[in-house]
């Protein structure tokens, strides 16, 4: 409590811009690229009082990260609230498994009423020993500091833990702030992990101004720019605004996998198609592209493994979105949060009238099909496109013929699917 | 899947602005005060497969509410999300305890993932029974649904039921949407409440420009406006932009009950003094005023119970703020949802530039004490006050002088708390 | 850590045994209720670290009861672990809310590790105030001491504290121990509540010689015994002793409220009929005996609500079960748990051979119905059950013509339902 | 609903008393651990509604485990819990990833009421894909089930799959017995594993009978057995029931790892001394003996870890436990469910008066220490033990110091930690 005089802003970083790196990315120590991640975000102190199952983070402490030692687990994260808060970035945790969360749960009460953003970290006994109740080992860890955490996770594998760290960061700074928990198993640390790219998110709930900025000057000098919309589009009532971006960027719309809701009229000369919600497949149909922007849906919705090249390679990432949780989950690019009807017409206006690129050739269209015995469903599907009145309704429980229904059936009307 | 051409945006009502009824509340029965709510929120199609313990809401059932029976329960929330996601508004449905809920869960996952704005409520065996195990029953009720609803609540009493239903509608459509439960016992039904207020909620998490432009004319028109001011206003770094729009109101600036950061500068003109947690404080220290405008606060945070006389009576409240959570709780007024570094510079610029009204007398200030043996704590602050460096660090632990400190040490600048 | 001598064993009183009393209860003020409970289970001795919302239950503090004031949460719950483990009895900790209880959480995980038993209470802001979020409030009370308590609540009416309390010292003594956690709002201490009975229940989960032994004594003293029994019996293989003990006791038996298995065969003289489940029907049918012994069933399921005359009248209650949920849920009468095969044999032995008591009446049974037109489902069943082959199949979808079937069709062996 | 004759106890397999299979194990691929693991549990027929997620482990489906395919998941836990209920045999329920566990829950939710023993398993997306929400991905998937499962776990690695199925199913069918749950990852199923061996569990909460009888056996037999006492014995007022036991059959006896109460007066000539909890330590201390009587403890409790020879090896373990929970987590061996008080002189009574073995030497002893400059530690605490009065009171706040307590200040009493 001081009377000192008004300074800088401090909030001022609050949206890390750093524009994010695109250098092939090469595999590192987990608690290697766990500290590039402290730096890269900002969180260079950690508090924190360890015991044996945070040592194998702990050792080789390099000089330019500092590590305050609390005497008790509450004084850290009490600590680490007041610094959080003042300093207007995310504060690092680093706790001792299951009794230590348990000792900090008052003061962790504390920092999620006062909003501070708190990545707090806690050991916990290796993985090999839990299905049978070690000394020190928590039970349901990720259960324990709920509900005063936003979020709290163990991650699924150890090679996660980077960037379920990273993930913890991005939704602790989303206002309204606080703290963030993750469960770390002592034999996690124990391996070489591909690092999490480090992103940038501007986490006001409505578009940053600088950010959306940033954004009009990336796509004014993109090649190849192009967009992929979801379900946040119609959803919001945004689709008009979105034909209108895309008239003036010139750029093809795919529509995101699984898209719920309508992502583009599908008889527009931009609409490119409907991705597939498999990594390669989604790489190969965005792949010559130097930008793309992804407009109301995450980033992206899979549905098997695999590699998705365009996530770690050369084309820039932008993302819009109203949801937070896909922001935070998005594993590359930047994300600027907020409504899509404010953001998309606030990018159009900063964006140049004439394009200088021209638009992209038309779609391949399949041919109508023909009739056969028995009929093709391609073609009852066609004709049906051809005398549906406007505004029918047209129940689907096909989902096998749905790529047939994508090809001969278009979705046209904002609210038509 | 239709081929039907634009139709006018259905999201129109989805902010619903009806002006909060002012007029006195008179006690209702609770399942009419909860058929109220539902016209007023628009929903008033429910879709349902009943039980026992649904049966004292259903009887009686109004001829201008459609009740949809479903089969299944599963059945029930499918067509609920369907709806909801065409109609743009939450759609209402209601379940059997327990099994139903079961039953409805996989659909419930589905609406989830949807983003569907859905109310769903389900019976529970009378409270008389829980301690229990009652047939029917279930344990710990709001704990069935998750992790796949954005609110579950078990109301901590019967005449809590309206308002629970109004925070979950209100919870449901905010974006990113979803869906949201309330377990009702079956006697809470057996009773009279206090009906909640229908109040207004703009969720986009973006501030809605229609619902600023309203707020300007209200503050235009109020003759004695007054702004309570909480921690979101520092911790967005919108201090300056309260000043300004404090200054060009000419408005008693107080700060929010408890509020951990610095509500305004207490050497302000403006600056009215510090709200206590009481209902019954709160209500006498703004109880001249027409018009309340809370900003980056709850409305209110209490310590302790009692009757808040503004919630119901004469005073318009509105309420800005970044925080999804405040807003569905606020117990009476409009909220506007979104970042107050936004929102305040926006009010500001909708306002008239030479207000008609006088600025308020200034605050009466304690006279500075004197020294005394022992010395009192009052002389201790004061001579504090006087001496304390430029950004000199002050770190508090007496609460219990936490008045003579506000009195004689105030806080002056951003980021001084 | 001592090197004492061995001293007379500790655990003597671990279950008590004292009859419970069956004075008729007069309504008390309920931090007086919960006064009488802490004597009747001798958790005399309290240890906490309380705020504002404890204080309705401190005031006027007896002298009988001590208060060990810890100066942090933690403390408060490490002394009363030691304390339980060197007792041999349950500890009562009473700590402030939410914060408090976080605070605590460290020695509540090592608490729960040594499998010590505990009640812990917490105060929690009032129930008025608990939809809008309060100062100091706990969100989902219950949830925060997870998942270190064996059982946590916080109870639905405040007229069930004392009667929550009194559950959680069940559970936390029955084997394994551990902690059990009771949030009170603060408003629930400001009425009087009819106080639950003090029960008895004997905790081992092997049914203990010396309760079994006082059952005999009880059940060769009472002049008209019965028996209510449960799905257990024919769990647990249980039911052909189930059918020995009640011919030495010449005992009438009926089915418990709801049984999903066969509760004794349908066609022995014994067979007293299927209990329904509502308190006044249950009270009812068992008014006229002095000792109601409940094998394998809760003590009862209900479906609707209502008064059960028995539960608090001159009927000595017995239970056996191995349940422990159900002995702890209880309402009234003494539980002892274990495995049922056990127990019935044992508890035979100790019976006399010649019961002094004449065997109970045959029960009235419906008279064939008549065919008619439209055939009554009366009828129809009982050609059914005339003409069923042994062992063959009933697939029963028909619920509104359980009296009917239950009536006509009797089940008569076990595994037969 | 039958009228069928009383048929043979259907319940005489309900505790699976194969002897451990003591053949070294060899990896497997994981889907045929889980199927040989179905086959020695008897759970051979499976009931289910696969998806995507669950075809890894049905591939290649043998002709010896039935599966029942049923239409929706809650047909499928409907099924299944008729068919366990009947056969006295746990079932397997194998379901579709989130939504297919959601449509299930209404009849779980029946089945936890009804206490029929189930098993089950869900598919989840690819580990790989967890931390980016893919399509048909579960949230935190342990959570949904709750609060209607005994037990619900996602396994921390894949390759603890099988044993988590087999935890599952000894949780499962304990009494009072209930479903338990198993999210498995698409990808936890494309590696080998080395599977679990099959344990046996006497499931009762009464020390069965026949299973005591078969330790006794097979203790009479037994060159060299050994006793691990953890701290139920003395917990349970057992300490002299254990001596007595241990005298009997001359065997030594240690204290369990990390054992919070008096494992074994350790002035007494069978004292061996204190388990360290690692894994390696353990198997060296007890490598020379062919039976293992581990009692009220678990098996065994770790703090780092390693590989434990003895736990597929060639001794024979025997576990007596009052927790159900340490029962089901040992990873090898026979547990006996029970009071230690019922099942110790039970035992005993079943042994041989006069052990045909020698007493172990007796162990050996530092020698007491001497004074020094400084004053070692050790000297301090034997002269302690030398001068403490009987019951005299030491409260140990060194734990680095806790070696040499347990050299130079035994502990000797029951009642003494």
Same sequence: chains 1, 2, 3, 4.
């Avoid at 049978?132 to 080992?137: E, S, V």
């Avoid at 720019?225 to 589009?233: D, R």
């Amino acid at each position: 409590m001081v009377g000192r005089t008004e300074r800088e802003p401090h909030h001022s970083e609050r949206s890390p811009r750093r524009s994010p790196r695109r250098s092939p990315r090469r595999p590192l120590h987990r608690s290697e690229a766990v500290r590039d991640l402290l730096r890269a975000t900002g969180m260079t102190t950690v508090f924190g009082n360890p015991g044996s199952t945070e040592l194998p983070f702990l050792g080789h402490w390099p000089d330019d990260l500092r590590y305050v030692l609390a005497l008790q687990e509450a004084s850290a994260v009490g600590m680490a609230d007041g610094f959080a808060r003042v300093s207007g970035r995310a504060a690092f945790v680093n706790l001792h498994a299951a009794a230590g969360v348990g000792h900090a749960m008052g003061n962790l009460f504390t920092a999620f009423r006062n909003q501070a953003p708190l990545v707090v970290t806690a050991g916990q006994q290796s993985r090999s020993l839990l299905m049978h109740q070690p000394f020190l080992g928590a039970d349901d860890a990720a259960q324990l500091p709920k509900p005063y955490v936003k979020w709290s996770v163990e991650p699924p594998r150890g090679t996660d833990v980077p960037a379920a760290i990273a993930q913890a960061h991005r939704i602790a700074m989303q206002r309204p702030r606080g703290p963030c928990f993750v469960s770390i198993p002592a034999d996690d640390w124990a391996a070489e992990c591909e690092p999490p790219p480090h992103r940038a998110l501007a986490a006001d709930t409505t578009p940053d101004p600088a950010a959306l900025g940033r954004l009009a000057d990336a796509l004014a000098g993109a090649e190849h720019p192009v967009i992929v919309s979801g379900p946040e589009v119609e959803e919001e009532g945004a689709g008009p605004d979105l034909v209108a971006l895309g008239e003036r960027l010139r750029a093809p719309v795919w529509t995101s996998p699984f898209n719920p809701r309508l992502g583009f009229p599908e008889d527009h000369p931009l609409f490119a198609g409907h991705l597939a919600a498999a990594p390669e497949a989604v790489a190969a149909a965005l792949a010559r592209h130097d930008l793309i922007l992804v407009v109301g849906a995450p980033v992206f919705t899979f549905h098997v493994p695999g590699a998705c090249a365009i996530l770690d390679g050369g084309a820039a990432i932008w993302h819009l979105t109203t949801d937070g949780g896909a922001a935070a989950r998005a594993p590359a690019g930047e994300s600027i949060l907020g409504a899509l009807r404010v953001a998309l017409p606030a990018l159009r206006t900063r964006l140049p009238e004439e394009p200088h690129r021209r638009p992209p050739a038309p779609r391949a269209r399949e041919a109508p099909p023909a009739a056969a015995e028995p009929l093709p469903a391609s073609f009852v599907l066609s004709r049906l496109a051809a005398v549906m009145p406007q505004g029918g309704v047209l129940v689907e429980e096909a989902p096998s013929h749905r790529p047939a229904m994508h090809a001969h059936l278009p979705v046209t009307g904002w609210g038509g699917f």
